[in-house]
């Protein structure tokens, strides 16, 4: 499969949207009721026409925000592309994560809905009761009223094409709030298609044989971004699918790759872990047409992606398929690409060394103190990397490790009605990613998150080693564990670890507990201070579903944690 150069010119998305309306490529929403159903993109193009004249009737158009909230469908998929070509800006909000969680829900959403000085705020019907209309509210419209036959919706030839500028608002990001509360990163048009062109010349998308699947949730970048608006934009086959469709049988996810021939997809590397046991169940499966399956919104483990390789090999899976990137929000979506067909390479370091001297020496894989890392690629088209000292912005040298810092086309200009927080993410034009980081060959290793470092007798302890120890043992949830440090714990009054673990319905307490404390002293050379194991759908979590080990380390410091512990 060869990479096709016939990329859009454009710079920005309606004009991108117009000429890439192909009758012959189409988007399939594979749990659609009813069965799949296949929507060519010029059929979607007419409706999102139809639908944005009736934003415009009601005077949205461009610097205004439109707030969009409903599972993934095609109303949703057609309301993201009307609120384009209407003009305005996309604000696709989170859904709620878990059950018992709609108070918390309805007032995060109002405040997104606040922050983002939303002109409209269309709402799927089944949610439209939850998110009532107050005084001074914007308006509220369900999604059911945007079909034809309503009065809001006059035709596709009411529309006008809006003029649209390069710094024009596309989208507000709201950031994971996995360390912070979130924030609506500004994407204007321009910043959006110069991700679109790295990302289509990183992963090299063949713009006439590309069958993308996906079942990321549209109020994440990733999903956004690298599966829906990149396939729009470059008239590409997409496979849609709801994150609640994957959660529910992780093993569809496969299928459907078979089932369509999909040649790229991508999750995070909880997914493939949850598909490295499905796939052992699993038969009759052809994922040879797999090009790139990228591996990115989260930590990258290889032992995960190793197993995960190891179970599709037998399915047709190439290796080389594997993509291990890095991205964030504030750039639009990718940061760092690896070569294509390449596989995951990896780099062993010495955990001891990496922890004490912030260095990143090497060591054998079966060294005592042997800590791999996925090694990331480099910078995507239109950016430039930097490793630096967090204190001082002094340049690091090679794998010494230091803040990363990015800039370049791809990079929002800060946070929507934020100046203080976009003066304090931006160091002389560098954005501050918050994450350690170091470079080996030109190639992007991320070690963790600034905020989360666990310091404890001098070292600098890293929350995954920990979490990745314990997550293994056989009685803990897979995926549910949080490691923080305190400065003060409540019995010693010492500095110490805290691990907190969701358990499953089996579990002996006692014995766990004992084992979590041995993993963990065998893993990084001490004890936790405390043990906390809680009921599964306690911690918590993000809309994309990241761990919130900032806000966990506050419920526990409150005792709120332990109302939960057996």
């Not at 979590?516 to 990084?524: A, D, L, M």
Request: aromatic fraction near 6%; include cysteine; glycine fraction near 10%.
């Amino acid at each position: 499969m060869g990479f096709v150069q016939s990329l859009p010119t454009q710079n920005n998305l309606v004009d991108r949207i117009r000429e890439r309306a192909r009758p012959d490529r189409a988007i399939t929403f594979v749990t659609a009721p009813g069965g799949p159903q296949r929507v060519s993109w010029a059929e979607i193009h007419e409706d999102a026409k139809a639908m944005a004249a009736s934003f415009q009737a009601r005077g949205v158009g461009p610097g205004h925000q439109v707030a969009l909230l409903g599972p993934t469908s095609r109303p949703l998929v057609t309301a993201i592309q009307a609120t384009w070509l209407a003009g305005a800006a996309v604000v696709v909000l989170p859904l709620p994560m878990r059950l018992g969680s709609l108070d918390q829900f309805v007032e995060a959403t109002r405040q997104r809905i606040a922050n983002a000085r939303t002109s409209l705020v269309v709402v799927d019907a089944d949610l439209a009761a939850f998110i009532d209309a107050r005084p001074g509210d914007p308006p509220i419209v369900s999604l059911a009223d945007l079909v034809p036959g309503k009065p809001w919706y006059p035709g596709a030839d009411a529309w006008n094409p809006p003029t649209i500028q390069p710094d024009s608002l596309a989208a507000l990001q709201f950031t994971s709030g996995s360390t912070a509360d979130p924030k609506g990163v500004m994407l204007p048009h321009a910043t959006v298609c110069s991700n679109l062109d790295a990302i289509a010349i990183g992963a090299r998308i063949d713009t006439e044989a590309e069958v993308c699947v996906s079942w990321l949730p549209l109020y994440h970048d990733m999903g956004l971004i690298g599966l829906f608006t990149a396939p729009m934009t470059l008239g590409l086959e997409l496979v849609l699918a709801a994150p609640q469709d994957f959660v529910a049988a992780p093993g569809r996810w496969m299928q459907w790759m078979s089932d369509y021939r999909g040649t790229a997809s991508a999750a995070p590397n909880f997914a493939y872990a949850l598909c490295a046991r499905a796939l052992t169940r699993m038969d009759g499966l052809d994922l040879s047409a797999w090009k790139v399956g990228l591996n990115g919104a989260e930590p990258v483990d290889p032992t995960t992606v190793e197993a995960f390789v190891s179970a599709a090999i037998p399915h047709g899976l190439n290796p080389g398929a594997v993509f291990c990137a890095f991205g964030m929000a504030e750039a639009c979506l990718a940061v760092a690409f690896p070569p294509v067909g390449r596989g995951m390479l990896t780099d062993c370091v010495d955990r001891d060394v990496l922890e004490t001297n912030r260095y990143a020496a090497v060591v054998a894989a079966d060294h005592v103190n042997a800590r791999r890392f996925a090694k990331l690629g480099g910078a995507v088209n239109g950016l430039e990397l930097r490793i630096v000292d967090p204190a001082d912005s002094q340049m690091m040298g090679e794998r010494e490790v230091g803040e990363l810092q990015i800039r370049g086309t791809s990079v929002t200009p800060g946070y929507f009605d934020r100046p203080d927080a976009t003066a304090a993410t931006f160091d002389d034009g560098w954005l501050r990613t918050g994450d350690l980081a170091y470079l080996v060959d030109g190639e992007l290793v991320v070690c963790g998150r600034i905020k989360d470092m666990i310091i404890v007798g001098g070292r600098n302890v890293f929350p995954e080693d920990v979490e990745r120890a314990v997550g293994v043992i056989g009685s803990v949830r897979t995926g549910n564990v949080i490691a923080f440090g305190i400065a003060e714990h409540r019995r010693s009054g010492r500095e110490g670890l805290v691990v907190v673990a969701e358990t499953r319905p089996d579990a002996q307490l006692d014995a766990l507990r004992s084992e979590v404390s041995r993993t963990v002293r065998e893993s990084i050379g001490f004890s936790p201070a405390e043990v906390v194991l809680v009921q599964a759908g306690t911690l918590p979590k993000t809309s994309s579903g990241k761990l919130q080990r900032g806000l966990c380390r506050s419920l526990y410091e409150a005792d709120d944690l332990l109302l939960s512990e057996f």
